[in-house]
Protein backbone atom coordinates (compact mmCIF):
# COMPACT_ATOMS: atom_id res chain seq x y z
CA UNK A 1 0.00 0.00 0.00
CA UNK A 2 3.14 1.77 0.05
CA UNK A 3 2.29 3.01 -3.71
CA UNK A 4 -0.33 5.09 -2.59
CA UNK A 5 1.61 8.44 -2.42
CA UNK A 6 2.08 8.06 -6.51
CA UNK A 7 -1.38 6.66 -6.65
CA UNK A 8 -3.36 9.53 -5.39
CA UNK A 9 -1.13 12.39 -6.99
CA UNK A 10 2.32 13.61 -5.18
CA UNK A 11 2.56 13.86 -1.32
CA UNK A 12 -1.58 15.65 -0.96
CA UNK A 13 -1.26 11.91 0.24
CA UNK A 14 0.61 11.65 3.07
CA UNK A 15 -2.59 10.10 4.93
CA UNK A 16 -1.42 7.54 7.55
CA UNK A 17 -3.24 5.03 8.34
CA UNK A 18 -3.25 6.92 11.82
CA UNK A 19 -3.65 10.15 10.71
CA UNK A 20 -6.79 9.87 13.30
CA UNK A 21 -4.29 9.77 16.11
CA UNK A 22 -3.02 12.77 17.66
CA UNK A 23 0.64 12.18 17.80
CA UNK A 24 1.36 11.16 14.33
CA UNK A 25 -1.07 13.95 13.47
CA UNK A 26 1.37 16.30 15.52
CA UNK A 27 3.92 15.17 13.42
CA UNK A 28 2.01 15.29 10.30
CA UNK A 29 1.67 19.24 10.80
CA UNK A 30 5.07 19.91 11.91
CA UNK A 31 6.10 18.46 8.70
CA UNK A 32 3.87 20.85 6.73
CA UNK A 33 1.08 18.37 4.76
CA UNK A 34 -1.93 20.24 5.48
CA UNK A 35 -3.92 17.44 3.81
CA UNK A 36 -3.00 15.19 6.64
CA UNK A 37 -4.22 17.87 8.97
CA UNK A 38 -7.08 17.99 7.15
CA UNK A 39 -7.51 14.31 7.21
CA UNK A 40 -7.55 14.79 10.99
CA UNK A 41 -10.30 16.40 11.05
CA UNK A 42 -12.40 14.15 9.12
CA UNK A 43 -11.40 11.11 10.86
CA UNK A 44 -14.62 12.44 13.37
CA UNK A 45 -16.13 11.44 10.15
CA UNK A 46 -18.26 8.02 10.67
CA UNK A 47 -16.93 5.33 8.09
CA UNK A 48 -19.05 4.64 4.94
CA UNK A 49 -21.25 1.30 5.88
CA UNK A 50 -19.79 0.32 2.22
CA UNK A 51 -16.43 0.72 2.82
CA UNK A 52 -16.70 -0.87 6.00
CA UNK A 53 -19.04 -3.93 4.42
CA UNK A 54 -16.07 -4.89 1.51
CA UNK A 55 -13.55 -4.46 4.68
CA UNK A 56 -15.01 -6.84 6.02
CA UNK A 57 -15.83 -9.66 3.39
CA UNK A 58 -12.22 -8.85 2.19
CA UNK A 59 -10.48 -10.01 5.84
CA UNK A 60 -12.98 -13.29 5.69
CA UNK A 61 -11.62 -13.87 1.96
CA UNK A 62 -8.21 -13.25 3.35
CA UNK A 63 -8.78 -16.15 6.30
CA UNK A 64 -10.40 -18.36 3.24
CA UNK A 65 -6.96 -17.92 1.49
CA UNK A 66 -5.14 -19.54 4.76
CA UNK A 67 -8.19 -22.29 6.02
CA UNK A 68 -8.77 -24.12 4.14
CA UNK A 69 -7.45 -22.35 0.97
CA UNK A 70 -3.53 -22.47 1.75
CA UNK A 71 -3.89 -25.98 4.10
CA UNK A 72 -5.56 -28.00 1.73
CA UNK A 73 -2.97 -26.38 -1.48
CA UNK A 74 -0.02 -27.48 0.64
CA UNK A 75 -1.72 -30.40 2.15
CA UNK A 76 -2.42 -32.36 -1.09
CA UNK A 77 1.08 -31.87 -1.91
CA UNK A 78 2.91 -33.62 0.70
CA UNK A 79 2.80 -37.29 1.31
CA UNK A 80 -0.26 -39.09 2.82
CA UNK A 81 1.28 -39.46 6.05
CA UNK A 82 2.10 -35.69 6.17
CA UNK A 83 -1.65 -34.50 5.51
CA UNK A 84 -2.83 -33.10 9.03
CA UNK A 85 1.01 -32.20 10.52
CA UNK A 86 0.68 -29.77 7.15
CA UNK A 87 -2.62 -28.77 7.90
CA UNK A 88 -2.30 -28.57 11.46
CA UNK A 89 0.70 -27.02 11.56
CA UNK A 90 -1.07 -24.04 9.40
CA UNK A 91 -3.82 -23.98 11.80
CA UNK A 92 -1.67 -23.38 14.67
CA UNK A 93 0.91 -21.04 13.45
CA UNK A 94 -2.67 -18.57 12.28
CA UNK A 95 -3.70 -18.96 15.36
CA UNK A 96 -0.75 -18.13 17.03
CA UNK A 97 -0.60 -15.00 14.94
CA UNK A 98 -4.03 -13.62 15.35
CA UNK A 99 -3.19 -14.15 19.05
CA UNK A 100 0.15 -12.32 19.14
CA UNK A 101 -1.01 -9.32 16.65
CA UNK A 102 -4.25 -8.30 18.80
CA UNK A 103 -1.41 -8.41 22.02
CA UNK A 104 1.68 -6.53 20.25
CA UNK A 105 1.76 -7.37 16.77
CA UNK A 106 -0.44 -4.26 15.49
CA UNK A 107 1.11 -1.58 18.10
CA UNK A 108 4.39 -2.63 16.62
CA UNK A 109 3.67 -2.52 12.90
CA UNK A 110 1.26 0.06 12.85
CA UNK A 111 1.19 1.43 16.61
CA UNK A 112 0.84 5.85 17.00
CA UNK A 113 4.71 6.23 18.16
CA UNK A 114 7.63 5.06 16.15
CA UNK A 115 10.09 5.70 13.85
CA UNK A 116 10.94 4.03 10.14
CA UNK A 117 11.58 0.93 11.66
CA UNK A 118 9.29 -0.15 14.13
CA UNK A 119 6.42 1.23 15.70
CA UNK A 120 5.00 0.62 19.57
CA UNK A 121 2.05 1.59 21.43
CA UNK A 122 -1.49 0.26 21.32
CA UNK A 123 -0.33 -2.65 23.22
CA UNK A 124 -3.14 -5.34 23.56
CA UNK A 125 -5.27 -2.65 21.38
CA UNK A 126 -5.15 -0.19 24.21
CA UNK A 127 -7.54 3.12 23.94
CA UNK A 128 -9.10 0.84 20.39
CA UNK A 129 -12.91 1.30 20.32
CA UNK A 130 -15.99 0.85 17.93
CA UNK A 131 -15.74 4.58 17.32
CA UNK A 132 -11.92 4.72 16.50
CA UNK A 133 -11.42 5.03 12.75
CA UNK A 134 -8.36 3.95 10.34
CA UNK A 135 -7.57 6.14 7.69
CA UNK A 136 -8.23 4.89 4.24
CA UNK A 137 -6.08 6.45 0.84
CA UNK A 138 -8.36 9.15 0.59
CA UNK A 139 -10.80 11.54 2.93
CA UNK A 140 -12.59 7.95 3.79
CA UNK A 141 -12.26 6.49 7.25
CA UNK A 142 -13.31 2.85 8.08
CA UNK A 143 -13.51 1.40 11.73
CA UNK A 144 -9.90 0.32 13.47
CA UNK A 145 -11.21 -2.78 14.45
CA UNK A 146 -12.00 -4.12 10.76
CA UNK A 147 -8.31 -2.83 10.14
CA UNK A 148 -6.79 -4.13 12.37
CA UNK A 149 -8.72 -7.80 11.85
CA UNK A 150 -7.99 -7.11 7.83
CA UNK A 151 -4.09 -7.09 8.85
CA UNK A 152 -4.29 -9.71 10.84
CA UNK A 153 -4.68 -12.27 8.41
CA UNK A 154 -2.17 -10.57 6.24
CA UNK A 155 0.36 -11.59 9.04
CA UNK A 156 -1.28 -15.33 9.58
CA UNK A 157 -0.98 -16.03 5.45
CA UNK A 158 2.57 -14.86 5.82
CA UNK A 159 4.22 -17.09 8.43
CA UNK A 160 1.78 -19.59 7.13
CA UNK A 161 3.11 -19.20 3.72
CA UNK A 162 6.94 -20.00 5.44
CA UNK A 163 5.72 -23.50 6.42
CA UNK A 164 5.51 -24.73 2.83
CA UNK A 165 9.27 -25.36 2.54
CA UNK A 166 9.58 -27.35 6.49
CA UNK A 167 6.85 -29.23 6.28
CA UNK A 168 7.24 -33.19 6.35
CA UNK A 169 10.36 -32.64 8.54
CA UNK A 170 10.10 -29.85 11.19
CA UNK A 171 8.21 -30.47 15.05
CA UNK A 172 5.01 -28.64 15.57
CA UNK A 173 6.85 -27.32 18.56
CA UNK A 174 9.57 -25.51 16.49
CA UNK A 175 7.00 -24.42 14.18
CA UNK A 176 5.33 -22.68 17.21
CA UNK A 177 8.52 -21.05 18.28
CA UNK A 178 9.30 -20.67 14.80
CA UNK A 179 6.53 -18.29 14.41
CA UNK A 180 6.79 -16.45 17.76
CA UNK A 181 10.34 -15.07 17.21
CA UNK A 182 10.00 -14.30 13.10
CA UNK A 183 7.05 -12.62 13.05
CA UNK A 184 8.45 -10.27 15.92
CA UNK A 185 11.45 -9.80 14.36
CA UNK A 186 10.75 -10.22 10.68
CA UNK A 187 6.93 -9.72 9.91
CA UNK A 188 6.25 -6.55 11.86
CA UNK A 189 9.08 -4.85 11.14
CA UNK A 190 9.07 -5.22 7.18
CA UNK A 191 4.92 -4.75 7.48
CA UNK A 192 5.74 -1.34 9.20
CA UNK A 193 8.66 -0.37 7.04
CA UNK A 194 6.15 -0.91 3.92
CA UNK A 195 2.63 -0.02 4.88
CA UNK A 196 2.83 2.46 7.56
CA UNK A 197 3.33 6.54 6.74
CA UNK A 198 6.85 6.30 8.65
CA UNK A 199 7.90 3.68 7.38
CA UNK A 200 11.91 3.98 5.23
CA UNK A 201 9.95 1.75 2.12
CA UNK A 202 6.73 3.57 2.56
CA UNK A 203 8.79 7.13 2.16
CA UNK A 204 11.10 5.85 -0.92
CA UNK A 205 7.58 5.44 -2.35
CA UNK A 206 8.31 1.96 -3.63
CA UNK A 207 5.47 0.35 -5.18
CA UNK A 208 3.55 -2.59 -3.51
CA UNK A 209 -0.13 -2.89 -3.87
CA UNK A 210 -1.00 -5.64 -1.81
CA UNK A 211 2.15 -7.26 0.16
CA UNK A 212 4.55 -8.44 -2.67
CA UNK A 213 7.78 -7.64 -0.76
CA UNK A 214 5.81 -7.51 2.60
CA UNK A 215 4.21 -10.86 2.34
CA UNK A 216 5.56 -12.72 -1.03
CA UNK A 217 9.41 -11.66 -1.11
CA UNK A 218 9.13 -12.20 3.03
CA UNK A 219 7.56 -15.53 3.07
CA UNK A 220 9.46 -16.92 -0.02
CA UNK A 221 12.94 -15.88 0.98
CA UNK A 222 12.17 -16.99 4.50
CA UNK A 223 11.19 -20.45 3.58
CA UNK A 224 14.43 -20.81 1.59
CA UNK A 225 16.86 -20.03 4.19
CA UNK A 226 14.74 -22.17 6.58
CA UNK A 227 14.38 -25.09 4.35
CA UNK A 228 18.53 -24.83 3.88
CA UNK A 229 19.19 -24.96 8.01
CA UNK A 230 16.47 -27.23 8.61
CA UNK A 231 18.04 -29.64 6.15
CA UNK A 232 16.77 -32.00 3.50
CA UNK A 233 14.09 -34.42 4.42
CA UNK A 234 15.01 -38.10 4.57
CA UNK A 235 15.61 -39.77 1.09
CA UNK A 236 15.49 -36.29 -1.18
CA UNK A 237 16.00 -36.35 -3.62
CA UNK A 238 16.33 -39.68 -4.67
CA UNK A 239 13.26 -41.69 -2.90
CA UNK A 240 9.89 -40.42 -4.93
CA UNK A 241 8.12 -37.95 -3.06
CA UNK A 242 4.79 -37.44 -5.10
CA UNK A 243 1.73 -35.25 -4.62
CA UNK A 244 -0.73 -37.19 -2.44
CA UNK A 245 -3.57 -35.66 -3.82
CA UNK A 246 -3.48 -33.08 -6.77
CA UNK A 247 -7.54 -33.21 -6.17
CA UNK A 248 -7.38 -30.97 -2.74
CA UNK A 249 -4.27 -29.11 -4.16
CA UNK A 250 -6.96 -28.22 -7.15
CA UNK A 251 -9.55 -27.38 -4.67
CA UNK A 252 -7.10 -25.13 -2.65
CA UNK A 253 -5.93 -23.43 -5.16
CA UNK A 254 -9.15 -22.39 -6.38
CA UNK A 255 -9.93 -21.60 -2.71
CA UNK A 256 -6.89 -19.18 -2.93
CA UNK A 257 -7.64 -17.22 -5.81
CA UNK A 258 -11.06 -16.66 -4.85
CA UNK A 259 -9.36 -15.46 -1.24
CA UNK A 260 -7.02 -13.39 -3.22
CA UNK A 261 -9.42 -11.12 -4.31
CA UNK A 262 -9.66 -10.25 -0.48
CA UNK A 263 -5.72 -9.56 -0.26
CA UNK A 264 -5.31 -7.72 -3.38
CA UNK A 265 -8.85 -5.88 -4.11
CA UNK A 266 -9.11 -5.33 -0.11
CA UNK A 267 -5.99 -3.40 0.27
CA UNK A 268 -7.53 -0.67 -1.66
CA UNK A 269 -9.68 -0.12 2.08
CA UNK A 270 -12.45 1.06 -0.20
CA UNK A 271 -15.09 -0.18 -2.13
CA UNK A 272 -13.66 2.10 -5.02
CA UNK A 273 -12.48 2.07 -8.44
CA UNK A 274 -8.90 1.18 -7.41
CA UNK A 275 -10.25 -1.66 -5.19
CA UNK A 276 -12.14 -2.60 -9.24
CA UNK A 277 -8.71 -2.56 -10.88
CA UNK A 278 -6.95 -4.67 -8.72
CA UNK A 279 -10.23 -6.79 -9.42
CA UNK A 280 -9.96 -7.48 -12.62
CA UNK A 281 -5.87 -7.37 -12.79
CA UNK A 282 -6.09 -10.18 -9.98
CA UNK A 283 -8.74 -12.42 -12.73
CA UNK A 284 -6.31 -11.77 -15.74
CA UNK A 285 -2.94 -12.20 -14.49
CA UNK A 286 -3.38 -15.40 -13.37
CA UNK A 287 -5.24 -16.70 -15.90
CA UNK A 288 -2.53 -15.84 -17.88
CA UNK A 289 0.03 -17.53 -15.25
CA UNK A 290 -1.99 -20.84 -15.36
CA UNK A 291 -1.78 -21.10 -19.17
CA UNK A 292 1.51 -19.95 -19.59
CA UNK A 293 3.34 -22.76 -16.62
CA UNK A 294 1.06 -25.15 -18.83
CA UNK A 295 2.56 -23.74 -22.10
CA UNK A 296 6.29 -24.08 -20.41
CA UNK A 297 6.13 -27.51 -19.46
CA UNK A 298 4.95 -28.47 -23.40
CA UNK A 299 7.74 -26.56 -24.51
CA UNK A 300 10.05 -28.29 -21.67
CA UNK A 301 8.94 -31.72 -23.65
CA UNK A 302 6.46 -32.84 -20.71
CA UNK A 303 2.34 -33.12 -20.71
CA UNK A 304 0.74 -29.92 -19.79
CA UNK A 305 -0.36 -30.92 -16.21
CA UNK A 306 -2.38 -30.00 -13.21
CA UNK A 307 0.07 -29.46 -10.76
CA UNK A 308 1.32 -27.18 -13.63
CA UNK A 309 -2.29 -25.29 -13.96
CA UNK A 310 -2.02 -25.02 -10.02
CA UNK A 311 1.75 -23.90 -9.70
CA UNK A 312 0.73 -20.92 -12.61
CA UNK A 313 -2.41 -20.04 -10.62
CA UNK A 314 -0.48 -19.26 -7.56
CA UNK A 315 2.96 -17.77 -9.79
CA UNK A 316 0.11 -15.33 -11.57
CA UNK A 317 -1.35 -14.02 -8.27
CA UNK A 318 1.87 -13.67 -6.58
CA UNK A 319 2.88 -11.67 -9.61
CA UNK A 320 0.34 -9.45 -9.64
CA UNK A 321 0.02 -8.75 -6.08
CA UNK A 322 2.00 -5.93 -5.92
CA UNK A 323 0.80 -4.88 -9.10
CA UNK A 324 -3.19 -5.20 -8.66
CA UNK A 325 -3.91 -1.53 -8.29
CA UNK A 326 -1.04 -0.36 -9.98
CA UNK A 327 -1.32 -2.20 -13.43
CA UNK A 328 -3.74 -1.93 -16.55
CA UNK A 329 -5.18 -5.05 -17.08
CA UNK A 330 -2.82 -5.93 -20.11
CA UNK A 331 0.42 -5.33 -18.30
CA UNK A 332 -0.83 -7.58 -15.28
CA UNK A 333 -1.76 -10.01 -18.08
CA UNK A 334 2.24 -10.21 -18.86
CA UNK A 335 3.59 -9.89 -15.60
CA UNK A 336 1.45 -13.20 -15.30
CA UNK A 337 3.15 -15.00 -17.57
CA UNK A 338 6.48 -13.69 -17.46
CA UNK A 339 6.48 -15.09 -13.58
CA UNK A 340 4.87 -18.27 -14.14
CA UNK A 341 7.45 -19.07 -16.80
CA UNK A 342 10.24 -17.65 -14.81
CA UNK A 343 8.52 -19.37 -12.02
CA UNK A 344 8.06 -22.72 -13.73
CA UNK A 345 12.28 -22.80 -14.74
CA UNK A 346 13.15 -21.97 -10.84
CA UNK A 347 11.09 -25.19 -9.80
CA UNK A 348 11.42 -27.58 -12.12
CA UNK A 349 15.24 -26.81 -13.20
CA UNK A 350 17.29 -24.65 -10.52
CA UNK A 351 15.39 -26.23 -7.65
CA UNK A 352 16.75 -29.72 -8.92
CA UNK A 353 20.41 -28.38 -9.77
CA UNK A 354 20.90 -26.40 -6.86
CA UNK A 355 19.72 -29.38 -4.56
CA UNK A 356 17.87 -27.72 -1.68
CA UNK A 357 14.83 -29.07 -0.48
CA UNK A 358 11.91 -26.45 -0.34
CA UNK A 359 9.26 -29.25 -0.38
CA UNK A 360 6.00 -27.71 -1.47
CA UNK A 361 8.38 -24.95 -3.26
CA UNK A 362 7.02 -22.01 -1.23
CA UNK A 363 10.30 -19.70 -2.72
CA UNK A 364 10.54 -21.51 -6.19
CA UNK A 365 6.94 -19.92 -6.37
CA UNK A 366 5.83 -16.81 -3.84
CA UNK A 367 10.06 -15.66 -3.31
CA UNK A 368 10.71 -15.96 -7.41
CA UNK A 369 7.15 -14.99 -7.88
CA UNK A 370 7.06 -11.77 -5.62
CA UNK A 371 10.47 -10.87 -6.93
CA UNK A 372 9.25 -10.63 -10.27
CA UNK A 373 6.28 -8.84 -9.65
CA UNK A 374 7.79 -6.28 -7.25
CA UNK A 375 10.36 -5.16 -10.33
CA UNK A 376 7.43 -6.15 -13.03
CA UNK A 377 5.56 -3.48 -11.33
CA UNK A 378 7.91 -0.53 -12.16
CA UNK A 379 7.23 -1.34 -15.82
CA UNK A 380 3.50 -2.12 -15.91
CA UNK A 381 2.85 0.86 -13.42
CA UNK A 382 3.71 3.23 -17.03
CA UNK A 383 1.03 5.13 -18.18
CA UNK A 384 2.23 4.21 -21.85
CA UNK A 385 1.48 0.26 -20.85
CA UNK A 386 -1.75 1.11 -19.34
CA UNK A 387 -0.48 1.60 -15.93
CA UNK A 388 -2.51 4.53 -13.86
CA UNK A 389 1.29 6.27 -13.43
CA UNK A 390 1.04 9.65 -13.96
CA UNK A 391 2.69 11.28 -17.45
CA UNK A 392 5.93 11.82 -15.25
CA UNK A 393 6.44 8.75 -14.51
CA UNK A 394 9.85 7.04 -15.10
CA UNK A 395 10.47 3.59 -15.41
CA UNK A 396 13.98 3.52 -14.59
CA UNK A 397 13.98 5.33 -11.48
CA UNK A 398 11.17 3.56 -10.26
CA UNK A 399 13.02 0.88 -11.15
CA UNK A 400 15.94 1.36 -8.81
CA UNK A 401 13.26 1.93 -6.02
CA UNK A 402 12.08 -1.61 -6.14
CA UNK A 403 15.04 -3.22 -6.83
CA UNK A 404 16.17 -1.41 -3.64
CA UNK A 405 13.19 -2.28 -2.00
CA UNK A 406 13.15 -6.04 -2.66
CA UNK A 407 17.11 -6.26 -1.60
CA UNK A 408 16.40 -4.58 1.27
CA UNK A 409 13.32 -7.28 2.43
CA UNK A 410 15.75 -10.39 1.27
CA UNK A 411 18.34 -9.06 3.52
CA UNK A 412 15.71 -8.23 6.57
CA UNK A 413 13.79 -12.08 5.85
CA UNK A 414 17.41 -13.72 5.85
CA UNK A 415 18.92 -12.66 8.82
CA UNK A 416 15.65 -12.44 10.94
CA UNK A 417 15.15 -16.28 9.46
CA UNK A 418 18.41 -17.09 10.39
CA UNK A 419 17.38 -16.38 14.08
CA UNK A 420 14.30 -17.49 14.45
CA UNK A 421 15.40 -20.82 13.16
CA UNK A 422 18.51 -21.21 15.49
CA UNK A 423 16.46 -20.20 18.25
CA UNK A 424 13.58 -22.59 17.65
CA UNK A 425 16.47 -24.95 17.25
CA UNK A 426 17.90 -24.22 20.68
CA UNK A 427 14.60 -24.42 22.62
CA UNK A 428 13.09 -27.73 20.20
CA UNK A 429 15.89 -29.33 18.93
CA UNK A 430 14.05 -28.21 15.25
CA UNK A 431 13.96 -31.69 13.21
CA UNK A 432 11.17 -34.52 14.31
CA UNK A 433 13.22 -37.91 15.30
CA UNK A 434 14.32 -40.26 11.96
CA UNK A 435 11.75 -42.97 13.40
CA UNK A 436 8.71 -40.16 13.15
CA UNK A 437 9.79 -38.81 9.97
CA UNK A 438 9.77 -41.96 8.80
CA UNK A 439 6.38 -43.47 9.76
CA UNK A 440 4.58 -39.77 9.30
CA UNK A 441 4.35 -36.54 11.40
CA UNK A 442 0.56 -37.27 11.50
CA UNK A 443 0.96 -40.23 13.78
CA UNK A 444 4.12 -39.20 15.47
CA UNK A 445 3.50 -35.49 16.48
CA UNK A 446 -0.17 -35.62 16.80
CA UNK A 447 -1.10 -39.29 17.20
CA UNK A 448 -3.39 -39.01 13.98
CA UNK A 449 -4.14 -40.20 11.13
CA UNK A 450 -5.86 -37.89 7.68
CA UNK A 451 -7.26 -41.12 6.40
CA UNK A 452 -8.28 -43.85 8.12
CA UNK B 1 -7.40 -79.79 -21.97
CA UNK B 2 -5.31 -76.65 -22.17
CA UNK B 3 -4.46 -73.99 -19.29
CA UNK B 4 -4.87 -70.51 -21.21
CA UNK B 5 -2.96 -67.29 -19.79
CA UNK B 6 -3.12 -63.98 -21.59
CA UNK B 7 -1.59 -60.98 -20.33
CA UNK B 8 -3.01 -58.04 -22.00
CA UNK B 9 -3.88 -54.35 -21.83
CA UNK B 10 -6.71 -53.69 -19.99
CA UNK B 11 -8.20 -51.56 -22.81
CA UNK B 12 -8.61 -54.61 -24.74
CA UNK B 13 -10.22 -56.38 -21.96
CA UNK B 14 -13.96 -56.32 -23.14
CA UNK B 15 -12.74 -56.59 -27.49
CA UNK B 16 -11.27 -59.91 -26.39
CA UNK B 17 -14.26 -60.88 -24.12
CA UNK B 18 -16.92 -60.58 -27.42
CA UNK B 19 -14.29 -62.42 -29.26
CA UNK B 20 -13.73 -65.16 -27.36
CA UNK B 21 -17.51 -65.52 -26.46
CA UNK B 22 -18.30 -65.72 -30.30
CA UNK B 23 -15.99 -68.37 -31.04
CA UNK B 24 -17.78 -70.40 -28.31
CA UNK B 25 -15.72 -69.60 -24.73
CA UNK B 26 -17.84 -70.05 -22.39
CA UNK B 27 -16.30 -68.90 -19.24
CA UNK B 28 -13.26 -67.06 -17.78
CA UNK B 29 -11.25 -65.55 -14.99
CA UNK B 30 -9.84 -61.99 -15.09
CA UNK B 31 -7.77 -60.49 -12.57
CA UNK B 32 -5.77 -57.16 -12.49
CA UNK B 33 -2.37 -57.42 -12.48
CA UNK B 34 0.54 -55.14 -12.71
CA UNK B 35 4.13 -56.09 -14.39
CA UNK B 36 6.80 -55.18 -16.58
CA UNK B 37 8.46 -56.37 -19.76
CA UNK B 38 10.34 -54.61 -22.59
CA UNK B 39 7.49 -51.41 -22.57
CA UNK B 40 9.10 -50.75 -19.25
CA UNK B 41 7.15 -48.39 -16.76
CA UNK B 42 5.56 -44.53 -17.05
CA UNK B 43 6.58 -41.34 -15.88
CA UNK B 44 5.30 -39.11 -13.80
CA UNK B 45 6.29 -35.46 -13.51
CA UNK B 46 5.48 -33.34 -10.64
CA UNK B 47 7.28 -29.72 -11.09
CA UNK B 48 9.92 -30.76 -12.79
CA UNK B 49 10.73 -34.28 -10.34
CA UNK B 50 10.54 -37.44 -12.43
CA UNK B 51 9.32 -40.66 -11.06
CA UNK B 52 9.54 -43.91 -12.65
CA UNK B 53 6.84 -46.61 -12.46
CA UNK B 54 8.71 -49.55 -13.37
CA UNK B 55 5.60 -51.88 -12.97
CA UNK B 56 2.37 -51.36 -15.31
CA UNK B 57 -0.92 -52.21 -15.10
CA UNK B 58 -2.37 -55.03 -17.07
CA UNK B 59 -5.57 -57.73 -16.88
CA UNK B 60 -4.58 -61.22 -17.15
CA UNK B 61 -7.53 -63.59 -18.72
CA UNK B 62 -7.48 -67.00 -17.80
CA UNK B 63 -9.16 -69.85 -19.71
CA UNK B 64 -10.00 -73.90 -19.34
CA UNK B 65 -10.48 -74.86 -23.09
CA UNK B 66 -10.76 -78.51 -24.69
CA UNK B 67 -7.90 -79.37 -26.89
CA UNK B 68 -9.81 -78.38 -30.11
CA UNK B 69 -10.61 -74.95 -28.96
CA UNK B 70 -7.39 -73.86 -27.81
CA UNK B 71 -5.65 -73.12 -30.59
CA UNK B 72 -8.25 -71.12 -32.01
CA UNK B 73 -8.50 -68.81 -28.83
CA UNK B 74 -4.83 -68.16 -28.85
CA UNK B 75 -4.84 -67.50 -32.13
CA UNK B 76 -8.27 -65.07 -31.47
CA UNK B 77 -6.65 -63.30 -28.49
CA UNK B 78 -3.53 -62.73 -30.28
CA UNK B 79 -5.45 -61.20 -33.22
CA UNK B 80 -7.59 -58.97 -31.07
CA UNK B 81 -5.15 -57.66 -28.48
CA UNK B 82 -2.92 -56.52 -30.51
CA UNK B 83 -1.94 -53.32 -31.32
CA UNK B 84 1.30 -53.95 -33.19
CA UNK B 85 3.20 -51.82 -30.51
CA UNK B 86 5.57 -53.13 -27.32
CA UNK B 87 3.38 -53.97 -24.36
CA UNK B 88 0.81 -55.87 -25.91
CA UNK B 89 1.13 -58.96 -23.31
CA UNK B 90 1.94 -62.50 -23.84
CA UNK B 91 -0.13 -65.81 -23.96
CA UNK B 92 0.66 -68.92 -22.18
CA UNK B 93 -0.69 -72.17 -22.92
CA UNK B 94 -0.16 -74.79 -20.33
CA UNK B 95 -1.40 -78.87 -20.06
CA UNK B 96 -4.66 -79.08 -17.70
CA UNK B 97 -4.56 -82.22 -16.07
CA UNK B 98 -8.49 -82.03 -14.95
CA UNK B 99 -11.22 -80.15 -14.33
CA UNK B 100 -14.06 -80.53 -12.06
CA UNK B 101 -17.51 -78.55 -11.67
CA UNK B 102 -18.25 -78.05 -8.12
CA UNK B 103 -21.73 -77.91 -8.55
CA UNK B 104 -22.26 -81.02 -9.96
CA UNK B 105 -18.94 -83.05 -9.46
CA UNK B 106 -18.57 -83.51 -13.51
CA UNK B 107 -14.72 -84.12 -14.63
CA UNK B 108 -13.05 -83.48 -17.51
CA UNK B 109 -14.42 -81.29 -20.79
CA UNK B 110 -17.93 -81.89 -19.43
CA UNK B 111 -16.56 -79.24 -16.68
CA UNK B 112 -15.67 -76.69 -18.85
Same mark, same amino acid.
Given at each position: ?82 ? @? ?18 ? !?????? !? ?112 ? @? ?104 ? !? ?122 | ?36 ? #? ?61 ? #?? #? ?9
Amino acid at each position: MMNRKLMCGGGTIAASLFAALPAWAQEAVEAGTPIAAATTEAAAAVPNPGNNAWMMTSTLLVLLMILPGLALFYGGLTRSKNM @LSTMTQIGGVTALAMLMWVM !FGYGLA !FGPEGNQFISWGKFFLAGVTPDSTAATFTDEVISEYIFIAFQMTFSAITVALVLGSVVERMKFSAVMAFTVIWLVIVYYPIAHMVWEARGVFFAMGALDFAGGTVVHINAGVSA @LVAAMILGKRRGYPLEPMPPHSLTLTMVGTGLLWVGWFGFNAGSALEANGSAALAMINTFVATAAGALFWMLAERLAGHKGSALGWCSGVIAGLVAVTPAAGNSGP !FGAIILGAVASVICFFCVSKLKPALGYDDSLDAFGIHGVGGIVGAIGTAIVYAPSLGGPGGDDFVIGAQLVTQIFAVLATIALSVIGTAIAMFVAKALTGLRVAPEIEHDGLDIGEHGERAYN | MKFIIAIIKPFKLDEVREALGAIGVAGMTVSEVKGFG #RQKGQTEIYRGAEYSTNMLPKVKIEVAAPDDLAGKIVETIQQVASTEAIGDGKIFVLDLASAV #RI #RTGESGDTAL
